[in-house]
């Protein structure tokens, strides 16, 4: 009997130039191994500078620009180990190459350990001569990102006490990830008659996208019903990683946790707060959606499990590899030349591994390091079209770390803040380039319907989770009980503001508010509904605009790390600090709503 799976390829069936090449980084395993061991070796390296930080400029810069030496060997490395391990993931020797670089970083992370306290303990008058000499420059911003942090470092015992809690800290996490990964069973489920599937929390969702009402609603009473069974150990944990961040904020001298969480970025409060204004202007339009959702079902009430099946199912289009580049590159004229003729070199060349094989990695990444191609990882299927969705979104991560290698390695990495923009932002720019060329309803439905989820699911449904994080720590600060009760109350209150009179709210759909895992990583969220805004707003502003408009966005690709985050983007025309391109992307949803209402009739 032959299976679907039967025709899946092994990796040494794959034809070479339908994956990646990472002979840049290595030719092969045996000069990996080499670099592996003299890096491995180098690490005693750090003992030379320790306890001399504070010594003499020359020293923090040798010991600066020895740091970076050996960082940028170790991107290296395990680029290389982190990419072949993708490649069949039931390769044990690339595991095993995976294993041992981690095992080597972290013993280089602890070796290292002492720059950061060691730096900060120097007099702030000396460290400020050394920050001013003209050959420490290239790393001027580095210190100052790092002497930012003076403020909140404590003196040693302290901070010694602080180490000694770390593990202790992390309890609440850790109860949260085994009730909800390990002990939480949530039974079987019937997806079509006769075949039964385990309800897990991928196939969950997955449910939640079937066309079958039935099993939407199901899966959804029967997922909860399990985390009604386990509500209070949820509430206790998210409880205590409440607590626990508000004392790591109090101990380190910051006003309120999220003050803690959003210092690293240099972002201030008032983003956060901007951000959660202008959705709840906005939140009509995304009423509006549900009752237009509901309009294009033909339902007469509409509940949480209906919100996730796309109105128009995936439409027949076939792209071969060669179509979905040809697509892409076309999309993405606006950004000039430069940038079509540097991707096309890498996607028909190849930047690109493409196909699915034995035991290769599912899904889609980019990765790449400063001395590599920006490598993408696609399991990339003709007749699946929003696979050509993902390329481009790959392709812009892909091109961002390209383009920042204009800057030293020290500030070729950009962060999280930004990292989202220039994948979505390829995205507008095909969504825009289809919908522009569609020739039928079905299809336009299709395109519309798709960004506007995207858009609800980003901007709309994340601001809403930092909008509970604010309000749970808030009221942790103000020392007031966070019981079952009032987290579930919270989060209801929430509930019904964002989805609005019209829609059934379900009772165990507060539950929701207790089983996020992000809410264990605090105040980050945010950024995925920022990272979107900024890029439709920039995606606005590029097709609209001239040059000036394209040159700006170009430069906040090349820029890396070489400012802050809100810097990056003010530079590049959006200025996150006011509440326009939120509101530039909401009202690409408003007017995405009406079409849509007029398509489905
Ligand atoms: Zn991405």
Redesign the pocket.
């Known amino acids: 009997m032959s299976s679907p799976t039967d025709r899946i390829p092994t990796r040494a069936e794959v034809a070479i130039e339908h994956t990646w090449d990472l002979s840049r980084l290595y030719t092969n395993d045996s000069e990996w191994e080499a670099a592996f061991q003299k890096w491995e070796a180098s690490i005693e390296g750090y003992a030379k500078y320790r306890g001399k930080m504070g010594e003499s400029w020359q020293t923090l810069l040798a010991a600066l620009l020895y740091d970076l030496e050996f960082g940028r060997e170790g991107d290296k490395l395990g680029t290389y180990a982190f990419l072949k391990s993708s490649e069949d993931v039931s390769n044990s020797t690339y595991q095993g190459l995976k294993a041992r670089y981690l095992g080597v970083a972290a013993k280089a992370a602890e070796a290292g350990s002492f720059f950061r306290p060691e730096i900060l303990a120097i007099p702030d008058q000396t460290l400020q001569a050394f920050v001013n000499q003209p050959e420490i420059a290239p790393h001027r911003l580095t210190l100052e990102r790092l002497i930012r942090f003076k403020a909140h470092t404590l003196n040693e015992s302290e901070e010694r006490i602080l180490a000694m809690q770390i593990e202790t800290a992390q309890t609440a996490h850790n109860v949260f990830s085994q009730l909800n990964d390990a002990d939480l069973k949530f039974g079987q489920i019937e997806i079509e008659p006769g075949r039964k599937i385990d309800l897990s929390h991928g196939t969950y969702m997955m449910c939640l996208e079937h066309p079958n009402r039935e099993v939407r609603k199901t899966a959804f009473h029967q997922y909860y019903s399990h985390y009604q069974d386990h509500a209070n150990t949820l509430s206790a944990a998210l409880a205590g990683t409440v607590k626990q961040d508000v004392f790591s904020a109090k101990v380190r001298n910051y006003k309120t946790a999220r003050e803690a969480a959003m210092f690293p970025d240099n972002v201030p409060a008032s983003v956060y707060d901007n951000l959660v204004a202008a959705v709840r202007a906005n939140l009509p339009a995304v009423h509006k959606y549900y009752a237009v959702r509901k309009k294009a079902m033909k339902l007469d009430a509409i509940h949480f499990y209906d919100v996730y099946v796309p109105i128009q199912s995936n439409i027949k289009k076939h792209h071969t590899w060669e179509q979905g580049v040809e697509l892409v590159l076309e999309s993405l004229k606006p950004l000039g030349q430069e940038y079509g003729n540097i991707l096309a070199t890498g996607l028909r060349g190849r930047w690109c591994d493409r196909y699915e094989n034995k035991g290769k990695r599912s899904g889609a990444f980019?990765a790449g390091c400063y001395d590599s191609d920006p490598y993408i990882l696609m399991n990339y299927k003709d007749d699946v079209f929003d696979h050509v969705f993902t390329l481009t979104?790959?392709a812009g991560?892909s091109m961002h770390t390209h383009f920042s290698k204009s800057q030293p390695y020290q500030y070729s990495n950009y962060t999280i803040f930004v990292?989202?923009v220039a994948?979505?932002f390829n995205e507008q720019l095909l969504g825009r380039y289809l919908m522009a060329r569609a020739t039928d309803d079905q299809e336009r439905i299709y395109y519309i319907n798709r960004e506007i989820d995207d858009i609800r699911r980003t901007i709309v449904r994340q601001t809403m989770f930092a909008e509970y994080e604010k309000i749970i720590h808030d009221l942790a600060e103000r020392n007031e009980p966070l019981t079952v009760e009032t987290l579930r109350g919270e989060y209801r209150k929430l509930l019904d503001a964002y989805f609005g009179p019209d829609f059934n709210i379900d009772a165990e759909l507060s539950l929701e508010g207790l089983r996020i895992p992000h809410f264990y990583n605090a105040f980050y969220v945010y950024k995925y509904s920022t990272g979107l805004s900024a890029a439709i707003a920039l995606a606005e502003r590029v097709t609209q605009g001239g040059s000036a408009e394209l040159n700006a966005y170009l430069s906040f690709l090349k820029a890396g790390s070489s400012k802050d985050p809100l810097d990056l983007l003010r530079d590049a025309g959006v200025d996150m600090e006011t509440p326009e391109p939120v509101n530039a992307a909401l009202k690409r949803f408003n007017e995405l709503v009406e079409q849509l209402d007029q398509l489905v009739g």
């Open positions: 980019s979104h790959e991560h990292a989202e994948s979505t």
